[in-house]
C-alpha cells in the first residue's frame, strides 16, 4: 500500500473527516479535527510506522517545530490587519460606557458583565497548533478595528493566560515572580499553540495600543477552579477534572502533578470578581507606553500531595503512583474510545505527556 493510501486509512478509521474529499496538505483542524481524534491519528500513525519497522515515532507535539518563527510570522501577518490611528471625539466615562463580553457561555464568561470590552471567547484547547487559532487571533484584530472606530475609544480587556509567559524564568534566567509586562521573546509562551496564540494576540494588542491608540488591558489568568459555592461545577472536561475521574476508572492516582505541582488555582467566582474589578478601574485613557498588564493567580499556595489524601479518600482508595506511571496506564488505555464518559483524560493525553516530561508551563 502506497503511503498516500496508508494515511488516507489512518484518517478515515481515526477522525470524522472524508480523507477522499481532503487536500493531502489540508489542515485537519479547519475540518473539525479534535483532540481526541489527534491522539487516535497518532496512534495510527505510529502502528503504521512500526509495521514498517522502521522504529521511529511521532508526538504530536512534532507539528509544533518551529513554532518560534510561525509565531512571528503569524503576529506579522495580525498587526498587518490593525487600523490606522485615528482621533477620538468622545471620552470615556463610567456614565456613558457600554458592555461587551465575548464568550459568555463559558465557565468564566457566565459570572460577570462590565461596562467594557472584555474578551473573554477563545478556544480552551491544549491539543491545537498555534495556525489553527486563526479565527481566536482574527477577533483581537477585529476588536483593535472596532475600538479604533469607536467615538468612545472603548477599552479591551484581553484575557490572556499565564502559559503565555510559562517560560519566563528560564529564557530569563530570572527567579523572582514574573513581571507584569509584554515579552517580545519567542521562547516564552509554553509550548502549546493555545498559549503561543494568546503569546500571539497579547503582542498584537500592545502594538495597537502604541501604534494605533486604542486603550488595551492584558489579564492573565492562572488556572480557574470550580465555585467555591454550590452552584456550578469545575468543567467536567478540563484537565484535572478529568485526571480525577481517570484515576477512578484506573484504580490509580498520580503522587505528582509534574510542573504543576504547586497549586494556585483561583475559584472561578473570585476569579470573575476580579475581571470585573480590573476591567472597570484599570486604566481608561490611551498610553503610548503599552498596553497594561495584570496577572490574576492565587498567592496563597499549596501542593498536591497535601490535596492527595482528600483525593484519594473520595476516589475510594486508588494506587498512589509515580505521574509517569499514571500517563503510562493512562496510554494503555487510550484506544478503548467507549469509556470516554469515566475515562476523559485520553483526550488529554499529549498534555498529560507534557506535564510527565516537565515541559508543560
Ligand atoms: N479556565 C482557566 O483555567 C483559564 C486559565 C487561563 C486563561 N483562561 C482564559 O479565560 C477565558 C475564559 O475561559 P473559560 O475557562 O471560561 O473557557 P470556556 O469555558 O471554554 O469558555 C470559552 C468561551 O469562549 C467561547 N468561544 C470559544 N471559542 C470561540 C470562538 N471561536 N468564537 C466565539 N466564541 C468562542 C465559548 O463559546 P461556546 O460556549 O459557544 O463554545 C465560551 O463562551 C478564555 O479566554 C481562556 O483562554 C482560562
Redesign the pocket.
Known amino acids: 500500500m502506497s503511503v498516500e493510501l496508508a494515511v488516507q486509512d489512518i484518517i478515515a478509521i481515526s477522525t470524522d473527516i472524508d480523507p477522499g474529499k481532503t487536500d493531502l496538505d489540508a489542515d485537519l483542524f479547519e475540518h473539525g479535527l479534535d483532540s481526541l481524534q489527534v491522539t487516535l491519528l497518532v496512534k495510527g500513525t505510529n502502528d503504521y510506522l512500526s509495521s514498517l519497522e522502521r522504529g521511529e515515532v511521532i508526538k504530536t507535539e512534532y507539528v509544533a517545530e518551529n513554532s518560534e518563527q510561525m509565531m512571528r510570522k503569524l503576529y506579522n501577518a495580525n498587526i498587518g490587519n490593525l487600523p490606522m490611528a485615528r482621533s477620538r471625539t468622545i471620552q470615556n466615562t463610567s456614565e456613558n460606557t457600554v458592555a461587551l463580553l ?9 459570572f460577570g458583565v462590565v461596562t467594557t470590552i472584555i ?6 484547547d491544549f491539543n491545537l497548533t498555534v495556525e489553527s487559532f486563526a ?2 487571533r482574527a ?1 483581537v484584530t477585529s476588536l483593535v478595528d472596532f475600538a479604533a472606530r469607536s467615538n468612545f475609544g472603548a477599552k479591551i480587556f ?6 503565555a509567559v510559562a517560560n519566563w524564568q528560564s529564557v530569563s534566567g530570572g527567579s523572582e515572580s514574573i513581571p507584569e509586562a509584554i515579552f517580545d521573546e519567542w521562547k516564552i509562551p509554553d509550548r502549546t499553540g ?1 498559549a503561543q496564540s ?1 503569546f500571539i494576540s497579547e503582542r498584537v494588542l500592545d502594538t495597537a495600543v502604541r501604534e494605533v491608540g486604542v486603550v488595551g488591558v492584558v489579564c ?6 470550580g465555585p467555591t459555592t454550590a452552584a456550578g461545577v469545575w ?1 467536567k ?2 484537565w484535572l477534572p478529568s485526571l480525577v475521574a481517570s484515576s477512578k476508572y484506573m484504580g490509580k492516582v498520580p503522587d505528582s502533578l509534574g510542573k504543576l505541582e504547586t497549586i494556585d ?2 475559584p ?1 467566582n473570585p ?1 470573575a470578581r476580579c475581571v470585573v474589578e480590573l476591567a472597570t478601574h484599570s486604566r481608561g485613557e490611551a498610553s503610548r507606553a503599552g498596553a497594561l498588564v495584570y496577572h490574576v493567580v492565587n498567592p496563597e499556595t499549596c501542593r498536591w500531595a497535601e490535596l492527595l489524601p482528600i483525593v484519594g479518600k473520595m476516589l475510594g482508595g486508588p494506587e498512589k503512583v509515580t505521574l509517569t506511571a499514571w500517563v503510562e496506564a493512562l496510554h494503555e488505555t487510550v484506544s478503548q474510545t467507549n469509556d470516554l464518559e469515566r475515562n476523559p483524560a485520553v483526550k488529554l493525553v499529549d498534555f498529560f505527556d507534557n506535564l510527565a516530561s516537565d515541559v508543560y508551563r
Not at 465575548?102 to 457566565?110: E, F, I, N, Q, R
Not at 484581553?158 to 502559559?163: A, D, E, K, N, P
Not at 492573565?220 to 477552579?225: E, F, M, T
Open positions: 465575548t464568550g459568555p457561555t463559558g465557565s468564566l464568561g457566565a474578551h473573554n471567547a477563545w478556544r480552551v479565527l481566536d477577533a484581553f484575557l490572556s493566560s499565564i502559559g493555545y494568546k492573565r489568568l492562572g488556572q480557574i477552579s468543567p472536561r478540563e488555582w483561583v472561578v476569579a
